[in-house]
């Protein structure tokens, strides 16, 4: 168990305190976050005594590589017992990672954008990520209507619904898929909005479920970094997508994708079961993520449910 009260009575340099530190941040320990915080603000003060004692004339009677290098050890040891007690560098900087931290954990709970890069391959290993519009959604539409009588709902998810709904109700009129089950695989795909796939110029691809320029794709495209899973395993790869002239058509796209792609049949007959589409568009392909199901039906259930 990490305990960053008791650093005063540790060495700087001790490597297995250091190793458990690591392990701790890996298990996402709010311990570890603390421990941290003072490790830096531990480097913080030796840096600050450092530049010090190289301000100081070092030509004395007693100076030598060996004195130079205890008392290095020394500074270092300092550090450690100043940061013990803090100087307020440690309190500021775990009040910000914890913000970070709960908003991964909310993400992967459904709640709020992921991280700033896209994670799930989109409709197929060769149809692929991410998008969100700026325009007011006026249309009336039941996805409307539903973020309008929840709000207890976080803003984000209100208003992408709201922003899409219209879209999504005229895509589940053409699949027979519920609407919420596409805001889903779109705030999935997207991070609510936040991970729009961009052109050179900055200008949107309006390609809000990750859909990959193949498949005799004729229009526009973009190309970006998207990760990829390989026999489970994330690598990073550089992929065409489609882009589109508005949201309208990202929604109407992918409901064609689904309807004509005889691999999404099992996907449309199990459209009223929010498991069993999640699942269905996994088996199909549709992602390489391993936990793209798990991922999607999180979000339906948590965030998008009436």
Known sequence: MINPTDASARLAIDVKDAGALRQAARDNSPEA??????????????????????????????????SKMYTS??????????????????????RQLSSVVNTRMADEQGGLPEGP???????????????????????????????????????????????LGAHADEASRATGIPAKFMLGQAALESGWGKREIRAADGTTSHNLFGIK?????????????????????????IEKFRAYDSYADAFRDYARLLKNNPRYEKVLANATDVAGFAQGLQKAGYATDPNYAAKLTRIINHSLSA
Do not use: C
């Open 33 to 66: 976050l603390k421990a941290t915080a003072k490790q830096f603000e531990a480097l913080f003060m030796n840096m600050v005594l450092k530049s010090m004692r190289e301000a100081t004339p070092q030509e004395g009677m007693f100076d030598s590589q060996q």
């Open 73 to 94: 050890m020394l500074d270092q040891q300092l550090s450690q017992t100043m940061a013990s007690r803090g100087i307020g560098l440690a309190d500021v900087l775990i």
């Open 117 to 163: 890069a896209p994670m799930n391959v989109g409709p197929s290993v060769s149809e692929r990520v991410t998008p969100v519009d700026k325009a007011v959604q006026t249309t009336p539409s039941m996805a409307v209507d539903s973020a309008r009588s929840n709000p207890s709902r976080p803003a984000h998810v209100r208003e992408f619904q709201e922003r």
């Open 213 to 237: 320029a193949t498949g005799g794709w004729n229009g526009r495209v973009v190309e970006t970094a998207t990760t990829e899973y390989v026999n489970g395993v994330p690598q990073t790869k």
